[in-house]
């Protein structure tokens, strides 16, 4: 049987046991698996959306809200710009003090790490040895502030057939125990026991559990359970998904199986498989409706050339 490329890709470099690929979608590529969702998919998604339902997928932004902190990046914070009584005292909008007591004045700032909250991982997040999907690399691709290739501003709102592999219930547990790997086996037996067909396309989210702690900051973030290695290529290599998402705030096992590694799953899919990450999926509402199968609707932020964006996300069950 000939090897399917899209799920295979021929490589940029093979080296110490990691893979580099070139995008069978052309050398112009940036969004890898992300060609999979074109009109024709999109609308024949949308024309079986049954709308009685709409699942919210989304965590909520707050002060002191669980985030990656660990490696010194910014916390989420908010902040009011303007507010009625210092509208009237600074007159910051030019419209006059007198004018701020009939009409108040609100506003405020945002400031967060692009992987924070409900978001996606883009394919320039992370890479070997220097070199990302399709070949980018930092001196050619990489600019003053931002990546000039692999930015979410070019992903298509992400609209697919999705599946929710639900472990923790599988396991007879509430949360899966800290650090634990999703194998393979544990997947296809979610798959089994739920019913479902995995196919080529599809949007794949792992239910950990880890939700249930949540907001707990350190009781979400640390010893997170997650997919192995080896679950990340059967997804991406024989079943075909899309994208990948969890429930935590890393899909993948943390801390990691292997010594001397740094997040393997996330190199793997963006610089080999050229498949998208999705976390902090909040799947509570659809683990309780026993949802397994639906429409998923993702819709990132286009922040030119990050690693990441928040990303409002909604399951909506598909009509038969």
Partial sequence: MARDKELVPDPVFNRGGVKVSKSPWGPRDEIGRLNWVTRQTTRDILDHLDGRHMFDLNVEYFIGMPSWVAAGDPPYGIWMTHTPDGSVADNLSGVGSRVHKKYSYCGDSIHLYTHCGTHIDTLNHLGHYGTFWNGWTADKQLGSRIWNKGGPEKYPPVISRAVMLDIAAMKGADVLPDAYAVTPKDL?????????????????????????????????????????????????????????????????????????????????????????????????????????????????????????????????????
């Avoid at 639906?294 to 050339?305: I, V």
């Fill in 188 to 320: 296809q037996a979610a798959a089994r026991r739920q019913k479902v067909e995995l196919r080529k396309g599809d949007v794949v989210l792992v239910r950990t559990g880890r939700m249930r702690v949540w907001p707990d900051f350190s009781g979400y973030l640390e010893n997170t359970p997650g997919i192995s290695l080896d679950s990340a290529k059967w997804l991406c290599e024989e079943v075909g998904a899309m994208c990948i998402g969890a429930d935590t705030i890393a899909l993948e096992v943390l801390p990691s199986e292997e010594a001397d590694v740094f997040l393997p799953v996330h190199a793997y899919m963006f610089s080999t498989a050229g498949a998208q990450i999705i976390e902090v999926v909040d799947m509570e509402e659809i683990a309780a409706e026993k949802q397994y199968e639906f429409a998923f609707l993702g819709f990132p932020m286009k922040l030119r050339g990050a690693t990441g964006a928040p990303m409002p996300s909604y399951a909506v069950p598909l009509r038969s």
